[in-house]
């Protein structure tokens, strides 16, 4: 008895039903792919856009302000708009807001957040989740800063070299520095360690334009205090010591760049390693009280007291005072590192014009 094994299987091979099936079977991840695709673009698109008008109404907001507390509060504003507006249950780990001063006249705002996708990984080689962002930068005029003459100033007059304050602007431009002033605009002497010390009350301290920030010099002529003709001689063993400071606009911290020179013939300069030998202590105070010894209830390092200096880290605002304690000579030259030979107390730079804002939005 013979069985004919293709008269058996033929219905099924001849029933094509199976196959399409089949066929939709392995195409659905596609389809949803493809759609999931359309949501998911359609909400990128609508998350984006909320994104971006939150960018400029902050970097608006912060660039207009001029406060060191408007930058966090316009962040924070920013940041429960966004989860009031779109919420974060399609998002992973909500938004990231962040504002940054590229320069005194242009602000940034970024925000980004990574979204969840719904049906698009189902396409080969998809991802779960993708990012959102966008970025914001205001352009404005840059501020201009204004420093108060010394609340105090304390040059010790038992020291044997002559030593001299200056106060200049320090501009941040990379061009003017780059240039024979290095960026620096011509010093004003404030105070000396002369008895009694000299009258320098006629000199008009200075006014910072844009991107310029109030710095410090400190001419130091080694045995020169008590020979009045060496304080200016050229020919006499003279250091010229700049702070070179620049002013973060959002936060108002002060960082220093600080350079030495030994000056030859009044004119040749040659450069001092001022990591390996620093000279300068600063520290900011909130109050004016606090800009004291430890001893007498303040902040400052007692006097006489060998340490190694402080470097402020902190925001040097409008009705805050920042202290300077300086060495007359660096550590490679006999100094008891006590910084305490020139004690300079100055209020906070304070913001005094900013007129023709002209706010725009240049991204």
Not at 44 to 66: G, K, Y
Not at 137 to 166: G, H, W
Not at 222 to 231: A, P
Not at 339 to 350: E, F, H, K, L, Q
Request: charged share 20%; with cysteine.
């Amino acid at each position: 008895m013979r069985f004919d094994m293709t008269n058996g299987l033929r219905p099924f091979v001849e029933d094509r039903r199976g196959n399409v099936i089949l066929i939709f079977g392995l195409s659905l991840p596609l389809l949803l792919g493809a759609s999931g695709l359309v949501i998911d673009y359609s909400n990128a698109i609508r998350i984006r856009a909320v994104e971006a008008s939150v960018a400029d109404a902050t970097a608006l907001l912060v660039a207009n302000a001029d406060t060191v507390a408007a930058a966090t509060e316009g962040l924070r504003l920013a940041s429960a708009q966004l989860n009031s507006r779109l919420g974060t249950s399609s998002t992973a780990g909500g938004f990231q807001v962040n504002g940054t001063w590229i320069d005194g006249a242009n602000y940034r705002v970024t925000i980004s957040t990574t979204l969840k996708t719904s049906l698009l990984h189902l396409l080969p080689g998809m991802p779960r989740q993708i990012t959102v962002g966008t970025a914001t930068t205001v352009n404005r005029v840059a501020p201009v800063y204004q420093t108060s003459p010394p609340t105090f100033s304390q040059l010790s007059p038992e020291a044997d070299d002559y030593n001299r304050i200056y106060m200049y602007c320090y501009s941040s431009d990379p061009a003017k520095q780059a240039s024979s002033s290095k960026g620096r605009t011509a010093p004003v002497p404030i105070a000396d360690n002369a008895t009694p010390p000299s009258d320098y009350s006629k000199y008009k301290l200075p006014t910072c334009g844009a991107n310029e920030a109030p710095s410090y010099m400190l001419r130091n002529v080694r045995n020169g205090r008590n020979n009045k003709s060496t304080w200016d001689d050229p020919k006499q063993e003279v250091y010229q010591y700049y702070t070179d400071t620049v002013i973060d606009t959002g936060s108002r911290v002060q960082s220093m760049s600080m350079s030495g020179y030994r000056v030859y013939n009044g004119t040749a300069l040659s450069p001092i390693n001022m990591v390996s030998n620093p000279i300068l202590e600063t520290i900011v105070c909130d109050t004016l009280r606090q800009c004291k010894n430890k001893s007498d209830g303040g902040i400052l390092p007692n006097s006489h007291t060998t340490h190694n200096p402080a470097t402020s880290t902190a925001s040097c605002s409008d009705g805050k005072y920042m202290y300077f304690g300086w060495e007359d000579r660096p550590p490679n030259a006999g100094s008891d590192r006590d910084y305490d030979d020139i004690r300079v107390i100055v209020s906070c730079p304070t913001l005094i014009k900013v007129s023709d804002k002209k706010l725009r939005i240049v991204e």
